[in-house]
């Protein structure tokens, strides 16, 4: 059986998703909507999709089964409501949207629909993070003690003055947290819980933007533990990003997705998985041109809807981030402890 895709967006990551459907047998690119109409034609002519600039009409296109959405992340929830109310499921990139309100609205609209909503968070599908939430879940770690993790990256002037959008806080909702860290603060909750406080500062250290390029965040989670975090899209040339998770056990390191050590007091064979490195050149670059993460997201969306099931990374699972995000953000403003209710 065939399932159709639609796309939205037609940009980087559109190109992303794209490749990744057109690899899973049985996918079918249906439609594309975009404001670019050059780059969206082109897309359309590989995949043989229709192109569409009319936002309604895209989604009347039939057949299409479900959209991956790849458009500025303040429009993910507006966009994702509409598809929902078509009878769409609904795919999209993280961040899920710029507020925690506009989240609710649209997991609300999913499940009202008696649709499926996902977010696009590759990370948890890799294999050695896969491997680390297994093992800090069965206590391998111990009891949780700090979490360090560095997002130091580098995005030329280019990346902003290309899309105007990123960096202003109404379409992207932020900066180098809300849209470079927040893969990493996704894995930081994912693997150690939930957090109940929040201190933070930041600056616009070096590009022309609106939002903050550059943050530092101290957090309190709820099982006692602490973390720090940098996030910044000004540090060149840019470096791999790092999550080092301590307990009364020993330390895993983790480096772009990688694990790269584990030093346990007894140490288990849960963490010896064999996987390849993830070759995106993601502190120096957006593109995700290594798949396999974006490929195992749909492809784990594709069997929910067949089976009846929860996707992964569902509407309430890629909310938790945001609420992070918006939190630290207010830390920030405020220049105060904040605490976080759940
Ligand atoms: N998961 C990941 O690793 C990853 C990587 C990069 C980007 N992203 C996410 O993907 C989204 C897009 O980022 P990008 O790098 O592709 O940006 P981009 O600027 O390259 O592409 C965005 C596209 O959206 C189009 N657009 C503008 N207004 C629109 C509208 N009203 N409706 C539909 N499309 C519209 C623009 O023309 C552009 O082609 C963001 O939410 C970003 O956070 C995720």
Known sequence: MTTYIGLIGGGNITETHARVARAIPGVEIAAVFGMNAQKISRLCCECGATPYADFEKFLAHSPMDLVAIGSPSGLHAEQGIAAARRGLHVLTEKPIDITVDR??????????????????????????????????????????????????????????????????????????????????????????????????????????????DTLIALLEFNNGALGVLQATTSVFPGYPRRLELSGSEGTIVVEQDRLLAA????????????????????????????????????????????????????????????????????????????????
Request: contains cysteine; aromatic residues 6%.
């Open 103 to 212: 989240a609710d609205a649209l997991i609300a609209e999913a499940s009202k629909a008696g649709v499926k909503l996902g977010v696009f968070f590759q990370d948890r599908c890799k294999p050695d993070i896969l491997g680390v939430k297994n093992a800090v879940d069965s206590g391998a770690l111990g009891r949780p003690i700090l979490a360090d993790a560095r997002v130091k990256w580098y995005r030329p002037p280019d990346y902003y003055a290309k899309s105007r959008w990123r960096g202003t806080w109404a379409l992207d909702g932020g900066g180098a947290l809300i849209n470079q860290a927040v893969h990493t603060l996704d894995l930081m909750l994912h693997i150690f819980g939930e957090v109940k406080s929040v201190q933070a500062m930041c600056t616009t250290a070096l590009h022309a933007i609106e939002a903050e």
């Open 263 to 342: 030093n346990l007091k007894n140490p288990g064979a849960d963490l010896l998985v064999a996987s390849e490195a993830d070759n995106n050149p993601s502190s120096s670059s957006p593109v995700v041109s290594d798949v396999r993460g974006h490929q195992a997201v749909l492809e784990d969306f594709l069997k929910c809807i067949q089976t009846n099931s929860s996707p992964r990374c569902d509407g309430k699972e890629g909310r938790r981030s945001l609420a992070l995000v918006q939190a630290i953000y207010a830390a920030c403003r405020k220049g105060e402890r904040i605490e976080i209710s759940s």
